[in-house]
């Protein structure tokens, strides 16, 4: 079975730009999370996914957006990047049993350079 | 502030040694998840324990919950150069299903 994958492995920006990362998540994952790991901040949640609907969001600005599409792919928008935003960007997924939400399986991650 | 907060930082030790991580968190948790990241890639999730239990196993790792105590360890036991990695321990609220992170654990395993 295949697992999370993303896409581009790679990413590299100017500041102003916009970068678009993707994530499919394992086959009959609904939930999808983002991630930022940005160098000596830490994992920071940014973005969940469920059902083509937006759960939750971390403490991040508005130019961090994304979406969920019906086959539950996901994107993750960064408009008007900043330097900070240079980053690993990690997707999990998760299935949804019983209602109850299980364990996250997390993708290889997309690393965004802002120049 | 962080809900999972790694002990120690850093960790090394000779191959063959047993490696323990311990983890506090703050609030009430569903469960409690640890998982492996080598070198700046991806997670990998090692073991999950829910709040109703106290131990699991698997393979050469075994976890304990302390929900009195709000903490967890994590023991790697005969330990290899492949176990060098981060480790970091996440929790699941009762409100919500986003992970939150310490600052992990770097373990170096010298072989």
């Known amino acids: 079975e295949a697992g999370v994958t993303q896409s581009p492995t790679h990413l590299i920006k100017t500041r102003g730009q916009q970068a678009t990362l993707r994530c499919s998540p394992i086959?009959?994952?609904?939930?999808v999370y983002w991630y930022q790991q940005a160098l000596g901040l830490g994992l920071q949640f940014l973005l969940w996914?469920?059902?083509?609907?937006?759960?939750n969001r971390g403490n991040f600005p508005p130019r961090f957006s994304g979406r969920q599409f019906p086959n539950y792919s996901s994107e993750l928008n960064v408009n008007a990047l900043e330097l900070e935003d240079s980053a690993l960007y990690l997707c999990?997924?998760?299935?949804?049993?019983?209602?109850?939400?299980?364990?996250?399986?997390f993708g290889p991650g997309t690393r965004l350079t802002v120049l | 502030s962080q809900q999972g907060e790694e002990d120690p930082q850093a960790l090394s030790i000779q191959e063959g040694e047993n490696a323990t991580m311990n983890c506090s968190y703050k609030?009430?948790?569903?469960?409690l998840q640890w998982y492996r990241q080598n070198s700046g890639r991806g997670l990998v999730h090692l073991i999950l324990?829910?709040?109703?239990?106290r131990e699991k196993h698997s393979g050469r790792l075994r976890v304990t919950l302390d929900t009195s105590k709000k903490s967890s360890s994590l023991l790697i036991t005969a330990s290899r150069a492949a176990d060098t990695a981060s480790y970091f321990c996440?929790?699941?609220?009762?409100?919500?299903?986003?992970?939150?992170f310490g600052g992990g654990t770097r373990l170096m395993v010298k072989p």
């Open positions: 609030t009430s948790i569903n469960n």
């Open positions: 996440t929790t699941v609220g009762n409100a919500g299903n986003m992970l939150t």
């Open positions: 324990i829910r709040s109703n239990e």
């Open positions: 996914y469920d059902e083509g609907e937006e759960r």
């Open positions: 999990a997924s998760s299935p949804r049993t019983g209602g109850r939400y299980n364990e996250q399986f």
């Open positions: 086959s009959g994952h609904t939930s």
